[in-house]
């Protein structure tokens, strides 16, 4: 007897789910990877190797792709595929310009609506980071540094700040490994740490004239620095 509708319907949405789940996965280690320098701009995605790594269809991993290239962490070019971004001298500007208007405004949200859940969360995190600098992991400072305005997004409770403070915190680490060191963490060692005591204090105005003087820090650090280098894709994603 053939499945009934209902039936087929559920397992229909079954897949798609897993399928979402599974690029999800996919999305989250490419992320990372870019994050921590293990990408580094420039770097060919190459659709058939990632496919083999991942064990998935090609068309899963150009729909990975896809969602990257929308959030401008990767180009996609006709006929040549996907790389990961490099971006230009005037869109790094263009990054820090967004981020000095939407930063203090995450702050704020952050502090009006702030709970000792979400404090706590602020400070382990900021634990988790000091504890990598003190391993000299400089991979895992870097995604953390990163990680840290991305969370702060995320507690103040507004979704599309979060998904902006995504893409920006990637494209800015981008930026760090272009324009300077790779090995450059991206947030100085004591910072986040002050950022974290204002809003603790819900001193907004602390807070933000803290988190623009930490974003003029990472901006004045950054030099024009065109370094380029072949990476192996399996070794980055198999472990």
Do not use: W
């Not at 897949?15 to 999800?24: F, H, S, V």
């Not at 995605?45 to 269809?57: G, H, K, Q, T, Y």
């Not at 729909?63 to 990961?84: C, D, M, N, S, T």
């Not at 003087?213 to 399996?234: F, P, R």
Request: with cysteine; hydrophobic share 40%.
């Amino acid at each position: 007897m053939p499945p009934t509708r209902p039936a087929r319907r559920g397992t229909a949405n079954q897949a798609r789910l897993a399928r979402e789940n599974a690029n999800d996965e996919i999305y989250e280690k490419i992320y990372v990877a870019i994050l921590e320098h293990r990408l580094h701009p420039g770097t060919k995605l190459v659709e058939e190797r990632l496919a083999e790594i991942f064990n998935v269809s090609r068309a899963r991993i150009r729909e990975v792709l896809a969602r990257l290239a929308h959030e401008q962490i990767v180009e996609l070019y006709p006929q040549r595929g996907a790389f990961v971004a490099r971006p230009t001298i005037e869109q790094a500007l263009d990054v820090f310009e967004a981020r000095r208007l939407i930063e203090p405004a995450v702050l704020r949200r952050l502090i009006e609506t702030l709970t000792p859940e979400k404090l706590a969360k602020l400070r382990l995190h900021q634990d988790l980071e000091q504890e990598a600098r003190r391993r000299d992991d400089k991979r895992a400072v870097i995604r953390l540094s990163g990680e840290f305005h991305s969370l702060a997004a995320e507690l103040a409770g507004n979704s599309a700040l979060t998904r902006s403070m995504r893409e920006l915190s990637v494209l800015t680490c981008l930026m760090i490994f272009l324009y300077d060191s790779p090995t450059t963490a991206s947030c100085r060692a004591d910072e986040h740490s002050q950022i974290i005591e204002a809003i603790s204090k819900r001193d907004a105005a602390r807070a933000e004239q803290l988190m623009l003087e930490h974003l003029e820090h990472i901006e004045s650090s950054m030099k024009l620095d065109a370094n380029e280098e072949q990476v192996d894709l399996e070794a980055i994603f198999k472990t």
